[in-house]
């Protein structure tokens, strides 16, 4: 049995805060203002996860207002998701994700995050998918004021079972 997700995420532009993608920490005048360590590539990720076997969202599963979620690093989160998707029997057949941001430049970094959220996914990275784009100068991402992106993963049931549990 195959599934499919989608999720989403988008954070805005701060100063004085990391610029954290895909757990790799990247070079950039301006970073990203969250909750967490506001790793919006990750974010995705995990809704889409959460969304291929209808297990809520990021959200119901790591409370904003939770302090114990007070700039996690957000590969925990996806390690916390990747835990209960395995029990539930799933596993990662593949990930694809387009982050659209006019900077910093991301060219140099989609190796990197591709090779961490796959031993984060426990697949290859030929598994894993990362594409970079602007919005061409329009609307709130292009006028550079944060970054937004979207994902998609495909799970496949290890048990041969269309069953989801509650997370
Ligand atoms: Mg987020």
Known sequence: MIRTGIGYDSHRFAEGRRFVLGGVEIPSDVGLLGHSDADALIHALIDALLGAVAAGDIGQHFSDSDPTWKDADSRKLLASVMSELE??????????????AERPKLAPYIVRMRESLAALLHVEVSQVSVKAKTNEGMDAVGHSEGIAVW??????????ENVTKDF
Request: aromatic share 4%; net charge negative; charged share 10%.
């Open 87 to 100: 029990a539930g029997h799933w596993r990662v057949m593949n990930v694809d994700a387009t982050v659209v």
């Open 151 to 160: 994902a998609v993963a495909t799970v496949e049931s290890t048990s041969g």
